[in-house]
Structure formats: structure tokens, C-alpha cells
């Protein structure tokens, strides 16, 4: 809706309410005329003098109508009144939602065309360096070695599409048995792989050995996602830490780190999907806004519950706990 089309929107809508208001009062007014009207008709029509039993009723009747027209009137006013305004929060409450959505939408086709592109371009370049240029095995090994993390890259971010699209309808929890410490293992040892200059500290605390049944599968996107957020978002010389543990029950997953923190007032809206906090043109790290969207989802899907707080002395700690 362009500024001036919103203008004449918010003109017709103060129109409308104002002109109920005013046919009420005249309405209102018109009822009291016709009532006096009629009373002074009867007065004139009956014996001055002599005053019957039937005048009185006729007046007492007269005075009734007048009163239950009245309520009439200023029920109807309030019923229609209350109904358009209604209708008016309920239109420009869309709008608004409206308005977010086409944000969101823009801020996400600008994002995936970034992540899809820059994967591809940096290969493309590895590739035409390898056979243009005379390089030796080393350099070829390092050519070879960024574009399969390119590639990695842009598989993640393609299937965090794919699942983003069916997760909230078609995402089944899968359950499967493994151990905390063999999971615990098999995130470190990736964590290794993809940020092997951060300072990733992990905590395992479960007394018990014996294999755990949950869905591991979705667990492994949940703790994918937050961790990439906590290097992302927190600068190269800051640890972040990880800690998995079975809590009363319960599978509890913190990811924890020294960043610049989430404001309150973002709190709810960064697990939406394609939310980034942030302007899309003014920013230049990488992401889709999908990551705590495909968390919150499978969180929900597991029956678990996902607390955001402020880590001390800065940052996020997200706490995820998943009922057995
Ligand atoms: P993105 O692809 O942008 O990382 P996410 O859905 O994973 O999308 O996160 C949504 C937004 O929440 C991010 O754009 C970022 O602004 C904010 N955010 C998420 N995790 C953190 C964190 N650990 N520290 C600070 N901000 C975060």
C-alpha cells in the first residue's frame, strides 16, 4: 500500500466512525422530537379538565416506547460501532503482518542469493585457478580442500531449505538409541573439523552410560544450529561452551556464548522463519534466518522447550531440554 493510498484508508475509516456517531445522536434526537411530539398531541387531544384512566395509560405507553427506542438505538449504535472498529484493527492488523512478511520475504531473497552465490562463486574460482595456472599438489590440495567446504556449505544451506519447508507438517521425531558420550564425541570431532581455531569447550555430564533413545537425527540440526550461531556471532578469540547432560529426565542441551547478546525485545521474534535481526542491506554476515526456526520446530516436534538468557558476563545461553 503506497503512503498516500494509507492516508485515504485511515480518512475513510475516522469517516465511518465519525458518521455512526453522528446518525446515532441524531437518531437519538429524532426519537426524544417524535416522543415530545406525541405527548403534547395526547395532552392536546384529552379533556384538560378531566384527566382518564386511559390518557394515563396512553402516556404511560408513550413513555415506555420512548424509552426501550432509546435503548434500542444506543445498543445498536454501540454493537455497530464496536463492530467496525473491530473490523478496522482486524484490517490494519493484517496489513502490518502484511507489511512484516513482504520484509521478511525481501531480507530472504536477499540472504539465499548471497548464500547460494558466494559457495558458488569461490568454487568456480578454485576450479578455473586449478586449470589455468601451473600449481603445485600442496596448492592444489588447498584449492580442493576450500571448494568441498564450499560445497558443504551450500548442501547445509540447501537442506535447511528443504527441511524448513516441511518441518512444521512433515517433520516425524525418528528415536534412536546412542550414548551422551558417543554424541558428544561425534560434535566435537565436527566442531574440530568446521572451526578448528575457536575455542569450543565441551561439558558431558551423565551418570549413567547406557544408551539414550531420542531423536538424535533432529538433535544433531538443533545443536548445528545454535553452535554455528555462537561462533558467528561471537568474535574468533571468545570460547564458547557446550554442555549435554540428562537432567531429571530430561535430555538438556546449553549452548552458551560471549557475544554480543539478543536484546529482550528480540527474544521471541528471532525463532521465526527468515527473521535476522538487523537490516539485510546493511549486514554482512552470512544466514538465512531459517537456523532457530528449524530449532524451535523440532524442539516442538520432541515436546521439548527452548529458554533463552543472557549469559554472563555477555552473550546467549540457549537452553534446550527434550523430555525422554
Ligand atoms: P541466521 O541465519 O541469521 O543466523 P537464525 O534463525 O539462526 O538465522 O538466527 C536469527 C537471528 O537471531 C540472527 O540473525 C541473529 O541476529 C540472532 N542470533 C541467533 N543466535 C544468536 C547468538 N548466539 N548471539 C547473538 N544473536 C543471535
Not at 545443536?223 to 557446550?242: C, G, M, Q, W
Request: proline share 3%; charged share 20%.
Amino acid at each position: 500500500m503506497k503512503r498516500h493510498t494509507r492516508i485515504l484508508a485511515l480518512i475513510t475509516a475516522i469517516y465511518i466512525v465519525l458518521a455512526l456517531i453522528w446518525w446515532s445522536i441524531l437518531l437519538f434526537q429524532k426519537n426524544e422530537a417524535i416522543f415530545e411530539a406525541n405527548l403534547k398531541i395526547l395532552e392536546l387531544t384529552s379533556s384538560p379538565t378531566v384527566q382518564t384512566g386511559s390518557t394515563g395509560l396512553a402516556r404511560e405507553q408513550l413513555i415506555n416506547t420512548y424509552e426501550r427506542q432509546r435503548w434500542m438505538v444506543l445498543g445498536e449504535s454501540l454493537f455497530i460501532l464496536v463492530s467496525v472498529m473491530i473490523g478496522i484493527w482486524l484490517i490494519f492488523r493484517s496489513y502490518i503482518r502484511e507489511q512484516h512478511i513482504i520484509k521478511h520475504r525481501r531480507n530472504f531473497l536477499l540472504s539465499i542469493t548471497h548464500e547460494l552465490k558466494t559457495p558458488l562463486t569461490a568454487m568456480r574460482l578454485a576450479f578455473e585457478t586449478i586449470q589455468k595456472r601451473q600449481l603445485s599438489p600442496e596448492q592444489i590440495a588447498g584449492l580442493t580442500s576450500s571448494s568441498i567446504q564450499e560445497a558443504d556449505r551450500l548442501t547445509e544451506t540447501v537442506n535447511n531449505l528443504l527441511l524448513s519447508a516441511r518441518v512444521d507438517r512433515k517433520y516425524v521425531p525418528r528415536p534412536e538409541e546412542r550414548t551422551l558420550e558417543h554424541v558428544c564425541e561425534s560434535w566435537a570431532s565436527k566442531c574440530h573439523h568446521h572451526w578448528p581455531n575457536r575455542d569450543i569447550r565441551f561439558t558431558f555430564s551423565a551418570t549413567d552410560i547406557a544408551p539414550v533413545t531420542a531423536d538424535w537425527a533432529g538433535l544433531d540440526i538443533v545443536f548445528r544450529n545454535l553452535i554455528e550461531n555462537a561462533i558467528k556471532y561471537s568474535s574468533a578469540e571468545k570460547p564458547v561452551d557446550i554442555s549435554l547432560g540428562l537432567v531429571q529426565n530430561e535430555i538438556e542441551l546449553v549452548v552458551s556464548d560471549l557475544g554480543s547478546g539478543i536484546h529482550p525485545s528480540e527474544r521471541n521474534r528471532i525463532f521465526d522463519m527468515f527473521y535476522r535481526i538487523g537490516n539485510e542491506d546493511t549486514r554482512d554476515g552470512q544466514g538465512t534466518g531459517l537456523g532457530l526456526y528449524l530449532v524451535r520446530e523440532i524442539v516442538r516436534q520432541n515436546k521439548g522447550k527452548i529458554q533463552l538468557h543472557n549469559n554472563l558476563p555477555t552473550g546467549s545461553r540457549f537452553c534446550i531440554q527434550i523430555p525422554l
